[in-house]
């Protein structure tokens, strides 16, 4: 939670929570995903990054932290660029996707297994 200064009636000073002051970096956590865990399907069914705490992390969790804005998971491709995962939907069913570019370097079934 961030909190504002707000001035009362009476010319003393409170202070009011307010979530909606808050940016990203105050309430997401990065977390970056260095390989991903597939079903049988091909499906992504984990995140992974070894070594983190928070690894590995089923999609269905991620999912419901990326909407909750609990945290970002990211991938990097080999020049080191950025690519944030979205929450996609496609037939009443939630799946994690990068957005569609140029390259596939950054695509979560391209990078090694968990």
């Known amino acids: 939670m961030t909190y504002r200064r707000q001035h009362g009636y009476d010319g003393r000073a409170s202070v009011q929570r307010s979530s909606s002051l808050m940016t990203r970096s105050q ?5 970056k995903v260095t390989a991903s865990g597939k079903g049988i399907d091909g499906d992504i069914v984990q995140l992974c990054q070894s070594g983190a705490a928070w690894s590995p992390t089923s999609q269905a969790d991620a999912i419901n932290e990326i909407e909750s804005n609990q945290h970002c998971y990211y991938v990097e491709d080999d020049q080191g660029r950025r690519a944030d995962l ?3 939907g496609f037939g009443g069913e939630k799946y994690l996707r990068t957005d569609p570019d140029a390259t596939c370097d950054n695509d979560l079934h391209r990078l090694p297994d968990c």
């Not at 309430?27 to 977390?31: I, S, T, W, Y």
């Open 27 to 31: 309430f997401m956590a990065d977390r």
């Open 86 to 88: 979205h929450v996609a």
